[in-house]
């Protein structure tokens, strides 16, 4: 096999199986970093048997420089031609159906649905949300360091950002078992373990999300409460409430990326930590190294890999020629190791600054929720990092097979008493 064949495929869900091909983004970095990419033929299941779809390959924008001028050129890359997710809609109904997303929209669209929002996600109204994270963060690592044995993911890591969803959205905290199976079928669509590929599991998931949110709306428009639910289900734009399936759509964007990228930056985090017992120990040791180690965690994680543009004219990138109607492909997780705009891209500093990473995204689509997840991630590892030097792994951690998310499905362990403890990690204070 020549050592071309060898490479691996970036497009392919199944690589990332493996770990994210940060050897082949360098490479692509440097030899152009706005290139072709075919994409690979994917089975999936439906309408009873099995059938290939087949991308229609994709311009990667690797580096830094090139995923910063697409994300400022929002008219000549747009999200709503096309969508923002790398699989090309299916049908014109499936587009016109993706189109109700924020993620999926342009101008003006765009800034009127986003505006319903912002208010609830602004630094002041996170800050508010401080203590009621903090002892959810508390309660958890309080519990899972008791444990015998324990899941990072799933018994911290996919449970806080459920919780503070839960709260957020003003739902019962027992239904966020509910959000975390419907946005992993959704997310996970490629992981056989999850969507498995089958486009009527996935429908069948947005049939269910959707009855539950209209069920809770329909409560919310009778008795009125003060949660993000009820502002969304009473709230006008251009003089009118959003319809059943835009309401929906905001409901379900916002439950999954509301906890799948918190989740996976936690666990990644972690993972990226245990992996450098000279970090965790400095990090345990000087706590108010916190705001700099997350946004390291967040660009070493990069826990959403890219988002998807599509040219609207004749154009170029970087000295690459687009032709409208391409497919632009924005790969965070490349550029976020990109040597020219970040020292020693493969160390991991957890007090490296300034650190433009790329993580939440840049322009008018810039993540929602970028100061919720900062909080969260922090309140997390504040409390769990000094009890991370007693932490082992006991079996074998699995990471989604994914080309969008970044994530961990499980990393299991527990957290040993008769190990030494790391600076401040005081085993008898929890
Ligand atoms: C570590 C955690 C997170 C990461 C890495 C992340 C990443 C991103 C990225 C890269 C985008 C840009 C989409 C694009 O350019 O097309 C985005 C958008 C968005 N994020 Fe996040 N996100 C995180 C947490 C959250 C949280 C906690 C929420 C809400 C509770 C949230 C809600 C949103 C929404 C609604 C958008 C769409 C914004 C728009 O299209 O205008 N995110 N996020």
Same mark, same amino acid.
């Given at each position: 096999?020549?050592?071309?064949?060898?490479r691996?495929?970036?497009?392919?869900?199944?690589?990332?199986?493996?770990?994210?091909?940060?050897?082949?983004?360098?490479?692509?970095?440097?030899?152009?970093? &706005?290139?072709?990419?075919?994409?690979?033929?994917?089975?999936?299941?439906?309408?009873?048997g099995?059938?290939?779809?087949?991308?229609?390959?994709?311009?990667? @924008?690797?580096?830094?420089?090139?995923?910063?001028?697409?994300?400022?050129?929002?008219?000549l890359?747009?999200?709503g031609?096309?969508?923002?997710?790398?699989?090309?809609?299916?049908?014109?109904?499936?587009?016109?159906?993706?189109?109700?997303?924020?993620?999926?929209?342009?101008?003006p669209q765009?800034?009127?649905?986003?505006?319903?929002?912002?208010?609830?996600?602004?630094?002041?109204?996170?800050?508010?949300?401080?203590?009621? &994270?903090?002892?959810?963060?508390?309660?958890?690592?309080?519990?899972?360091? $008791?444990?015998?044995?324990?899941? +990072?993911?799933?018994?911290?890591?996919?449970?806080?950002?459920?919780?503070?969803?839960?709260?957020?959205?003003?739902?019962?905290?027992?239904d966020?078992?509910?959000?975390?199976?419907?946005?992993?079928? %959704?997310?996970?669509?490629?992981?056989?373990?999850?969507?498995?590929?089958?486009?009527?599991?996935?429908?069948?998931?947005?049939?269910?999300?959707?009855?539950?949110?209209?069920?809770?709306?329909?409560?919310?428009?009778?008795?009125?409460?003060?949660?993000?639910m009820?502002?969304? @289900?009473?709230?006008?734009?251009?003089?009118?409430?959003?319809?059943?399936?835009?309401?929906?759509?905001?409901?379900l964007?916002?439950? +999954?990326?509301?906890?799948?990228?918190?989740?996976?930056?936690?666990?990644?985090?972690?993972? @990226?930590?245990?992996?450098?017992?000279?970090?965790?120990?400095?990090?345990?040791?000087d706590?108010?190294?916190?705001?700099?180690?997350?946004?390291? %965690?967040?660009?070493?994680?990069?826990?959403?890999?890219?988002?998807? $543009?599509?040219?609207?004219?004749?154009?170029?990138?970087c000295?690459?020629?687009?032709?409208?109607?391409?497919?632009?492909v924005l790969w965070?997780?490349?550029?976020?190791?990109?040597?020219?705009?970040?020292?020693?891209?493969?160390?991991?500093?957890?007090d490296?600054?300034?650190?433009?990473?790329?993580?939440?995204?840049?322009?008018?689509?810039?993540?929602?929720?970028?100061h919720?997840?900062?909080?969260?991630?922090?309140?997390?590892?504040?409390?769990?990092?000094?009890?991370?030097?007693?932490?082992?792994?006991?079996?074998?951690?699995?990471?989604?097979?994914?080309?969008?998310v970044?994530? %961990?499905?499980?990393?299991?362990?527990?957290?040993?008493?008769?190990?030494?403890?790391?600076?401040d990690?005081?085993?008898?204070?929890?």
């Open positions: 096999m020549s050592p071309v064949a060898q691996p495929d970036v497009a392919h869900p199944a690589t990332y199986g493996a770990g994210v091909p940060h050897v082949e983004f360098a490479r692509m970095r440097r030899e152009a970093p &706005v290139s072709w990419v075919p994409e690979p033929a994917l089975w999936r299941r439906g309408g009873g099995r059938m290939l779809s087949q991308g229609s390959g994709f311009w990667a @924008a690797t580096s830094h420089e090139a995923v910063v001028a697409a994300s400022r050129q929002p008219e890359f747009s999200s031609r096309k969508g923002a997710f790398l699989p090309d809609p299916r049908t014109s109904a499936d587009l016109e159906q993706a189109r109700q997303l924020l993620v999926n929209m342009d101008a765009h800034s009127r649905i986003r505006r319903l929002v912002t208010s609830v996600f602004t630094p002041r109204a996170v800050r508010e949300l401080h203590d009621s &994270v903090a002892a959810h963060a508390h309660e958890l690592v309080r519990r899972a360091v $008791r444990l015998e044995e324990c899941d +990072v993911v799933a018994d911290l890591a996919a449970e806080l950002p459920l919780l503070v969803l839960a709260d957020l959205l003003g739902l019962p905290r027992e966020r078992h509910l959000l975390y199976r419907w946005s992993n079928n %959704l997310v996970g669509f490629d992981d056989p373990e999850y969507g498995g590929g089958d486009v009527e599991a996935y429908r069948t998931t947005f049939v269910e999300a959707f009855q539950y949110a209209l069920t809770v709306a329909g409560e919310r428009r009778r008795s009125p409460r003060d949660d993000l009820t502002l969304l @289900a009473t709230s006008e734009v251009d003089g009118r409430r959003l319809t059943d399936r835009e309401f929906c759509s905001f409901w964007l916002l439950v +999954v990326a509301g906890n799948e990228t918190t989740r996976h930056l936690i666990s990644g985090g972690v993972s @990226a930590l245990l992996a450098e017992p000279a970090q965790r120990d400095r990090l345990a040791g706590m108010s190294l916190l705001p700099t180690a997350t946004e390291e %965690l967040l660009r070493w994680v990069t826990p959403i890999m890219q988002f998807r $543009r599509t040219a609207t004219e004749d154009t170029e990138l000295g690459q020629a687009v032709a409208e109607g391409d497919k632009v965070y997780v490349s550029a976020n190791r990109d040597g020219a705009v970040f020292a020693d891209p493969d160390v991991l500093r957890l490296r600054n300034p650190n433009p990473h790329l993580s939440f995204g840049m322009g008018p689509h810039f993540c929602l929720g970028a919720l997840a900062r909080l969260e991630a922090q309140a997390m590892l504040r409390e769990l990092v000094p009890h991370l030097a007693r932490f082992e792994v006991t079996g074998p951690v699995v990471r989604l097979e994914s080309n969008f970044n994530g %961990l499905k499980s990393l299991p362990g527990r957290f040993n008493p008769d190990r030494a403890a790391g600076p990690g005081a085993w008898s204070s929890c």
